[in-house]
């Protein structure tokens, strides 16, 4: 019979096997390599060459596309994909034709920042995304939709589309088209923030909504865009259809929205909104597909109204609760509860012009000229919709309802004051309303980061990490040739030159600790 041994392990020896551990944990980001490629290349070959941690920096000048443009891309968390502009370059994807969308999209832990795309059919479509990051783009003079994800079946996971300017498009036109009908696909846990849409209006647009968030979506933010000239609603959503967390709708800034402004069917809060007109309401709570207006919270909002209402109600089911919002009305009613079971609503510390109709709710009344800075009713900037001290919104609202912070991120410091902000005697600090991207900084328009500088909202630069929710746009630096040429990387490949600066190689002594800890993870019997 054989007696076991057991093996006995050096300190010598397991130092070696722990270098071995760390050089496997390490080996992504070891071989991870910098692309470069310019207009002459074959760029959807090179898309599709990386790996995780990869990174392909596009050279300044127009990639003219006249065949179907795809790629499927897998990054990881700790070793992301990221395709962007060179420094200073504005790398244009242009197809002049309506035979393919711009491209075809499959990617995991990818970051797509700071391109031009134009024409095609839809701009950008994605098949399927998770951890997917599309930053500082530009879309616009497309054929259909600018984004969609609405590919059956679909889950899009912990998406963020940010800073991108998106508009003129044709078709449906809508700006960003997300999820599909009556549930059959979805987006979770997405953040859609500081976008700038607009002019989805064409004369050949038969829908044109600015954002529609379609039903089964979930856990979603709306956050901080500006969109303006829509032929359908500025941003519509849905319901839940039970999948997950309600949908969040936030200091966003709209007009010349060609339908209702914000319209709701159920499992959503929207606050701090700004909506300067909208063809019919300001903000519209009604059924749509499998939802019904229940599971809703409007608060502190400021809508202004020439020919409508401000809030309509139609087909309520559930709970409702309408607080702290500024609702003028030059024509309409403040609020209008049209029909269904009242008795989940609650409606408390309203101002406004209007009144509500029916008479079973009661509103603060306002005057446009004393309550705000700077109001009026044309429906688009100028204006100032800042309180003006001594007017109805100031102390207005409900302390019950009181969130914690207002339209320019500003602290509410618990204080109930209606409608969009915050207000204090030293005067608004925020963002001036404009036709361009919303600048947290109040130090006026912001740019966006289509030319590739810097972005806004709380650190989402481009460049740097995105501090807002914790969640990382994948920093990196160059660190290599940002011309697009390949004179100073080797070799080139006949494909589409495809330069890469090569990783660094271990050390011959780390290399042997790892062979000696591979070897001593072998058991030996004698």
């Not at 969009?420 to 109040?442: C, D, M, R, T």
Request: hydrophobic share 40%; aromatic share 6%.
């Amino acid at each position: 019979m054989t007696t076991p041994h057991r093996t006995r392990t050096s300190p010598l020896a397991g130092l070696a096997y722990l270098a071995g551990a760390m050089l496997i944990l390490a080996s992504a980001d070891a071989l991870a390599a910098t692309f470069h490629a310019s207009p002459s290349d074959d760029v959807e070959a090179v898309i599709n060459t990386l790996g995780p941690g990869d990174e392909l920096i596009l050279a300044d000048g127009t990639y003219t596309l006249t065949e179907r443009f795809s790629f499927d891309l897998t990054g990881t968390e700790q070793a992301p994909i990221l395709i962007r502009a060179a420094e200073g370059a504005t790398p244009h994807f242009h197809r002049p034709n309506a035979s393919q969308n711009i491209w075809d999209i499959k990617a995991t832990w990818t970051t797509i920042r700071g391109l031009e795309f134009s024409g095609g059919s839809a701009g950008l479509r994605f098949e399927a995304a998770a951890n997917m990051t599309l930053e500082g783009c530009d879309i616009h003079d497309t054929a259909d939709v600018a984004v969609r994800m609405n590919d059956a079946g679909q889950t899009y996971d912990t998406v963020q589309i940010l800073n991108n300017h998106i508009h003129h498009t044709s078709g449906t036109g809508e700006g960003m088209y997300l999820g599909c009908n009556s549930n059959g696909c979805r987006l979770a846990n997405a953040l859609i923030a500081n976008n700038y849409v607009h002019h989805t209006d064409g004369a050949g647009v038969s829908q044109g909504d600015g954002i529609e968030l379609k039903e089964g979506s979930y856990g979603c933010t709306i956050r901080d865009n500006v969109i303006h000239n829509t032929k359908y609603p500025c941003i519509l959503i849905y319901s839940t259809a039970g999948n997950g967390a309600p949908n969040v709708v936030e200091r966003n800034v709209l007009w010349a929205c060609g339908d209702n402004g914000i319209q709701a069917a159920a499992d959503a809060v929207i606050e701090n909104n700004i909506i300067l007109e909208a063809a019919y309401e300001g903000i519209a709570l009604q059924a749509h597909q499998a939802g019904s207006p229940s599971n809703l919270v409007i608060r502190h909002n400021t809508v202004l109204q020439a020919g409508q209402n401000a809030i309509a109600l139609r087909g309520v089911t559930g709970s409702v609760v309408i607080a702290n919002n500024a609702l003028y009305a030059q024509a309409g009613a403040a609020i209008n509860p049209v029909n269904g079971d009242f008795s989940q609503v609650v409606v408390s510390g309203n101002v406004g012009v209007g009144g509500v109709a029916g008479g079973q709710y009661s509103i603060t009344e306002g005057n446009l000229a004393a309550d705000f800075v700077d109001a009026h009713w044309a429906g688009a900037p100028p204006i100032n919709l800042y309180p003006k001290a001594g007017g109805a919104l100031v102390a207005g609202g409900d302390a019950t309802h009181v969130v914690a912070v207002d339209f320019d991120g500003t602290d509410r410091l618990g204080e109930a004051h209606a409608g969009a902000y915050h207000f204090s005697a030293q005067g608004s600090p925020g963002w001036v309303i404009a036709e361009a991207f919303k600048n947290l900084s109040g130090e006026g328009p912001a740019d966006g980061g289509v030319d590739g500088g810097d972005l806004v909202d709380g650190g989402v630069d481009g460049v740097g990490p995105n501090t807002d929710a914790g969640i990382s746009a994948d920093a990196r630096t160059d660190a290599g040739n940002d011309t697009g040429s390949c004179q100073t990387c080797e070799p080139c490949h006949d494909d589409g030159c495809g330069c890469h600066t090569h990783p660094t190689q271990p050390s011959s002594w780390f290399l042997f600790l790892a062979l000696a800890g591979l070897a001593i993870i072998i058991r030996r019997r004698r």
